[in-house]
């Protein structure tokens, strides 16, 4: 119980150390939101979300943390897909970067790079969905929209009309929301997944999305050509180079 309390009571004093030295941050404009240099890969932020992210929002993302009791207020439940929903991954950055201050989630800015709030930002990210749901919409997706919108989403397919959205496109999808794809879906041609379940539209635009990411279960390796120099050395006794 006292540590509890000496838990507790620390938890509030780095609140107001924290309000007493931030500055105001800037309210969220998408137009300022930095496209990552190269496209974020989510295996690469792991490291970075369980070390700062995990003892508030949990190491799944269930906001299960040590420290989560203490806070003034829960934090997002990233393993729900409806959290998600509405938010973009440019929305999640800035606050990331800048902080909530009024419930306790400091500014990373002065910690991290823009590369690493990135990463750990779509690492969050995908923890309401996994390897096996997104497999699933690209299986429907492959069946259904890829020959409009092409096999890596550029909008490229060999059936698409003059227009199409390019969602490979980092700076746009950035900060688009999952509600927003769902959206002009049903506009553009809502008779494409009709019979789908909710569940299997859900897949499918979590697949899409990874068009502008890589998801943790992906090698984060970028194929090319390259050169190993070294050399190899034997163990035995006078075995030489």
Known sequence: MIGVLCLTALVYFFF??????????????P???????QTPAAAFGRGLFLQNCAP????????????TASLPAAPPLFSDPATIWARSPGEYFHVT?????????????NQLSDTQIWQAVYYAWSLHTDQ???????????ESCASCHGIAGAGDGPDAPAV??????????????????DAGWQAMHPEAGQDWREDER??????????????PWESALEPGNGMVEGQVRQGTPNGGV
Not at 56 to 67: A, F, K, R, V
Not at 202 to 215: A, E, G, K, W
Request: proline share 12%.
């Open 164 to 181: 199409m959205p390019n969602f490979s496109d980092g700076a746009a999808m950035l900060v688009r929301t999952q509600a927003e794809l």
């Open 97 to 109: 970067k800048f902080g909530r201050i009024q419930n306790l989630m400091p500014p990373w800015r």
């Open 202 to 215: 859900r897949n499918v635009l979590d697949y899409i999305r990874t068009f502008s990411y890589t998801p």
């Open 132 to 142: 096996a749901k997104v497999e699933s919409g690209g299986q429907l997706y492959a």
């Open 31 to 37: 137009a300022a939101v930095p496209t990552p240099e």
């Open 16 to 29: 107001f150390f924290l309000r007493a030295q931030q500055p105001t941050p800037p309210p969220y404009d």
């Open 56 to 67: 508030c929002h949990g190491e799944l993302g269930n906001s299960d943390g040590p420290t």
